[in-house]
Each structure stands twice: as structure tokens, then as C-alpha cells.
């Protein structure tokens, strides 16, 4: 093994906070004691502060992203019934095909890898749409592949503008616990997300939040569910227990990952990812390279997908960072392979550990060949982390 730390920048498993790991390791627990409650309801109530959710409730189905998305879909909707989506990256596309999977009718629109949700199409959708035939609408609020965030708030205003019912379903697995999200504010129906991203956690989790009227649908939509049925959990929960067995020491992990999230604060977490993003993509800059994100506004402040100049395959960049200098970069998926390279930077990150990242990234691109600067992106970035840090009460101590 070599020694040091792999430099994880990968989006997703992101890196655990000491405190997450000594909360998670701990001995195996009866999950039916008369005090496993006290954890678990706690729990269901401050993740709601996370998703900024009023009234409704959050699942914690043991599973991932994925799961989640079958779990909003199931509990909520009808084989034959029509959702409005729209396919810009690999997991756009992959919450479109489970939805096929389910039977459901999906309408979905196809957009360049680089945009996001395209909310004027959505628009004319849901206006032409009198009967009310569309019972869901799909936003991929940060899709990974490509490093582009979607704009929900103004989904929810096509929804108003038309006075349609559709339910506004949200990924926000690589974004919520990182970027603003605002489900009561936005309307969001449902939202789903991992334990391995914003929540710092190992994955295991599948974190989807209901509003009330997303409980409601569930009453009357007969997609076949059991793992994920939210009757099963809503009947159990109440009293703090689950329907089977729960993934008790993650559950651990999330309280302490909860409590770190709100002592930082919501907004100071999402101003630090903003910061910290924004030095990677100064850093793209410097090297004179292009994102995946056409325009400022879809740029993502949780991971950056970045091109190779042509001719270069980016996944030898990504095997050289590995290799020689102990780095994981995210690869290019589906139609970006080999064309792309991706930093996460999300999750349990500063100034530094992003330096760390942009320094092998940028080493690995010299070693393949690609003329490129050493130094010009770590500078960038340098500079940009230099003029926006904060002063701290450190800074006069001694
Ligand atoms: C935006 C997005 N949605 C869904 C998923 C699928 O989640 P999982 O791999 O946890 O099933 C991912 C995974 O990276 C993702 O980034």
C-alpha cells in the first residue's frame, strides 16, 4: 500500500469526517430497543431543516440514489401514467429508464450534455397540456456527469403559471447537504438523495422527502412497491422502528452528519461549496480548458466536468492520477468517456484539499502529454482562495 491518504475527488463517495466515522463505529444494536427511538426520531425531524421541508416526511430507506428514485416514483404514480422529464447527462437518462422500467409514459426531452432542465419547453408542455394528463415532472437538479445544476425554482413556476397538479419530483442526490434546495419554498414533491455525497457518509442510505401532497398520491398510485413502500415505513416510523431491518450504524453516521451540516450552517455550507467550485473552475481557466457547462448559469458548485484539449483520451489522465500520485478524479460517463475527467467537490472539503486535486489533475495532463502550463491552475486557484478567505479569530491568536 502506498503511504499518505488517496486524495478522493471523486463525486461521490465523498470523504468522511473523523466525527462521522468514530459516530459510526460502534456495535451491532437491538433496533427494537425502547431507546433506539430517541436516535431515530430525532433524526426524521432535523433532516427536514436539510431539505428545508415544512410539513411532510423523510424516508431513510436502506439502498442509494437509485433506490430513491424508485422509491419517489413507486409510492407515487400509476403504470400508464405520463411524466415530463428531460435527458442532458448519464443520470438524467438513468432516472428516465427507470421510469420506463415502471411502465410509466415518459415524455422526455432531449438536451445538449452541457445544459440543464430546459424550463421554457417545460413551459409550453404543461400550457398545452389541459387534461392534465401529466402527472409528474422530473428535474435532475445537479447532474453529475456533466457538472450542470438546474434551476427548480423556475420548474415550479411553469407548474404555477399553467395551474397544472403534476407532482415536481427532484434528484438532488449530488446536490442536497451541498447547494440551496428549498423544498417547501420551491414546491417539490419529492426529493431524493444519498448518504454519500452532501451527507458525507459512506453510501447505504436512500434519503427521499414526501410533501403532503406526495402522501396523498401514494394513497391512490398502484405501482407495486414493498422494499420501498412508504405505508410500510410511515406505520413503523411513527414510533421511531422500521419495517425491517435499518442500516443502524449509518444511522449514526447521518445523525452526526446532520449535526455537523446545521452547526455549520445550511447557508455557510452552501457559500463554502460555492467558494471552493469556483477556485477549480479558475483553475480550468488557467489551464485554458473548457467545462462541460456551456454557461455560468448551469455551472455546478459540486462537481466540474472538464474537457481534454482533442486528440487526448481523458482516461489516461485519470489512470496516471491514480497511479502515480494516489488521486481519484471522476471519469467521463456514457457519451463524455474518455472525453472528460471530473473533480468532485462536494462534501467535507476545503482550501487545500481542492489544491490537492487541482495539482495532480494538472501533473497527470502533463504527464499524458497535454500542453499544458505546471503551476497555471494551482495559481488560479491560489488566488482565488487567497483573496476570498476570511479572516479568523486564529489569525491574531498568539
Ligand atoms: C445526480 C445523481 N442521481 C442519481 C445517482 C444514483 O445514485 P446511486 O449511485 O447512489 O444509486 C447519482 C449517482 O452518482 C447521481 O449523481
Same mark, same amino acid.
Given at each position: 500500500?502506498?503511504?499518505?491518504?488517496?486524495?478522493?475527488?471523486?463525486?461521490?463517495?465523498?470523504?468522511?469526517?473523523?466525527?462521522?466515522?468514530?459516530?459510526?463505529?460502534?456495535?451491532?444494536?437491538?433496533?427494537?430497543?425502547?431507546?433506539?427511538?430517541?436516535?431515530?426520531?430525532?433524526?426524521?425531524?432535523?433532516?427536514?431543516?436539510?431539505?428545508?421541508?415544512?410539513?411532510?416526511?423523510?424516508?431513510?430507506?436502506?439502498?442509494?440514489?437509485?433506490?430513491?428514485?424508485?422509491?419517489?416514483?413507486?409510492?407515487?404514480?400509476?403504470?400508464?401514467?405520463?411524466?415530463?422529464?428531460?435527458?442532458?447527462?448519464?443520470?438524467?437518462?438513468?432516472?428516465?429508464?427507470?421510469?420506463?422500467?415502471?411502465?410509466?409514459?415518459?415524455?422526455?426531452?432531449?438536451?445538449?450534455?452541457?445544459?440543464?432542465?430546459?424550463?421554457?419547453?417545460?413551459?409550453?408542455?404543461?400550457?398545452?397540456?389541459?387534461?392534465?394528463?401529466?402527472?409528474? #415532472?422530473?428535474?435532475? !437538479? %445537479?447532474?453529475? @456527469?456533466? +457538472? *450542470?445544476?438546474?434551476? =427548480?425554482?423556475?420548474?415550479?413556476?411553469? &407548474?404555477?403559471?399553467?395551474?397544472?397538479?403534476?407532482?415536481?419530483?427532484?434528484?438532488?442526490?449530488?446536490?442536497?447537504?451541498?447547494?440551496?434546495?428549498?423544498?417547501?419554498?420551491?414546491?417539490?414533491?419529492?426529493?431524493?438523495?444519498?448518504?454519500?455525497?452532501?451527507?458525507?457518509?459512506?453510501?447505504?442510505?436512500?434519503?427521499?422527502?414526501?410533501?403532503?401532497?406526495?402522501?396523498?398520491?401514494?394513497?391512490?398510485?398502484?405501482?407495486?412497491?414493498?422494499?420501498?413502500?412508504?405505508?410500510?415505513?410511515?406505520?413503523?416510523?411513527?414510533?421511531?422502528?422500521?419495517?425491517?431491518?435499518?442500516?443502524?450504524?449509518?444511522?449514526?453516521?447521518?445523525?452526526?452528519?446532520?449535526?455537523?451540516?446545521?452547526?455549520?450552517?445550511?447557508?455557510? #455550507?452552501?457559500?463554502? !461549496? %460555492?467558494?471552493? @467550485?469556483? +477556485? *477549480?473552475?479558475?483553475? =480550468?481557466?488557467?489551464?485554458?480548458?473548457? &467545462?462541460?457547462?456551456?454557461?455560468?448559469?448551469?455551472?455546478?458548485?459540486?462537481?466540474?466536468?472538464?474537457?481534454?484539449?482533442?486528440?487526448?483520451?481523458?482516461?489516461?489522465?485519470?489512470?496516471?492520477?491514480?497511479?502515480?500520485?494516489?488521486?481519484?478524479?471522476?471519469?467521463?460517463?456514457?457519451?463524455?468517456?474518455?472525453?472528460?475527467?471530473?473533480?468532485?467537490?462536494?462534501?467535507?472539503?476545503?482550501?487545500?484539499?481542492?489544491?490537492?486535486?487541482?495539482?495532480?489533475?494538472?501533473?497527470?495532463?502533463?504527464?499524458?502529454?497535454?500542453?499544458?502550463?505546471?503551476?497555471?491552475?494551482?495559481?488560479?486557484?491560489?488566488?482565488?482562495?487567497?483573496?476570498?478567505?476570511?479572516?479568523?479569530?486564529?489569525?491574531?491568536?498568539?
Amino acid at each position: 500500500m502506498p503511504a499518505g491518504f488517496n486524495s478522493l475527488f471523486i463525486p461521490g463517495p465523498t470523504n468522511i469526517p473523523n466525527e462521522l466515522r468514530a459516530a459510526m463505529n460502534l456495535p451491532s444494536e437491538d433496533q427494537r430497543s425502547p431507546d433506539f427511538p430517541a436516535l431515530t426520531l430525532g433524526l426524521f425531524r432535523d433532516l427536514k431543516q436539510i431539505f428545508k421541508l415544512d410539513h411532510g416526511k423523510v424516508f431513510l430507506f436502506p439502498g442509494s440514489g437509485t433506490g430513491g428514485w424508485e422509491a419517489a416514483i413507486t409510492n407515487t404514480l400509476s403504470p400508464g401514467d405520463t411524466v415530463l422529464a428531460s435527458e442532458f447527462g448519464q443520470f438524467s437518462h438513468l432516472w428516465i429508464d427507470l421510469c420506463k422500467r415502471h411502465h410509466l409514459n415518459v415524455d422526455a426531452i432531449d438536451v445538449a450534455w452541457g445544459q440543464g432542465v430546459p424550463v421554457d419547453v417545460y413551459a409550453e408542455r404543461l400550457a398545452n397540456d389541459k387534461e392534465h394528463k401529466i402527472k409528474a #415532472v422530473l428535474v435532475c !437538479h %445537479n447532474e453529475t @456527469a456533466s +457538472g *450542470v445544476t438546474s434551476d =427548480v425554482e423556475a420548474v415550479r413556476r411553469a &407548474l404555477d403559471d399553467a395551474n397544472h397538479p403534476a407532482l415536481l419530483m427532484v434528484d438532488g442526490v449530488s446536490s442536497i447537504a451541498s447547494i440551496d434546495f428549498r423544498m417547501t419554498e420551491w414546491g417539490v414533491d419529492l426529493a431524493v438523495s444519498g448518504s454519500q455525497k452532501g451527507f458525507m457518509l459512506p453510501c447505504g442510505l436512500a434519503i427521499v422527502a414526501a410533501s403532503e401532497k406526495a402522501l396523498e398520491a401514494s394513497k391512490s398510485a398502484k405501482c407495486p412497491r414493498c422494499f420501498f413502500s412508504f405505508d410500510d415505513m410511515i406505520a413503523t416510523n411513527k414510533d421511531g422502528y422500521f419495517p425491517y431491518t435499518p442500516a443502524t450504524s449509518l444511522l449514526h453516521g447521518l445523525r452526526a452528519s446532520v449535526d455537523l451540516l446545521l452547526n455549520e450552517g445550511l447557508e455557510n #455550507v452552501f457559500s463554502r !461549496h %460555492n467558494r471552493l @467550485a469556483e +477556485g *477549480v473552475r479558475k483553475a =480550468v481557466d488557467g489551464w485554458g480548458l473548457k &467545462l462541460v457547462a456551456e454557461e455560468p448559469k448551469w455551472y455546478s458548485d459540486t462537481v466540474s466536468a472538464i474537457y481534454v484539449p482533442e486528440g487526448f483520451d481523458a482516461n489516461d489522465v485519470i489512470k496516471i492520477a491514480y497511479g502515480r500520485y494516489d488521486l481519484s478524479l471522476g471519469g467521463g460517463l456514457s457519451r463524455l468517456a474518455g472525453r472528460v475527467f471530473r473533480i468532485g467537490h462536494l462534501g467535507w472539503l476545503n482550501d487545500l484539499m481542492l489544491l490537492q486535486a487541482i495539482a495532480g489533475a494538472e501533473m497527470a495532463m502533463a504527464d499524458v502529454g497535454i500542453p499544458i502550463e505546471l503551476g497555471s491552475g494551482v495559481r488560479s486557484a491560489q488566488q482565488h482562495y487567497r483573496q476570498t478567505a476570511k479572516p479568523t479569530e486564529l489569525d491574531l491568536a498568539g
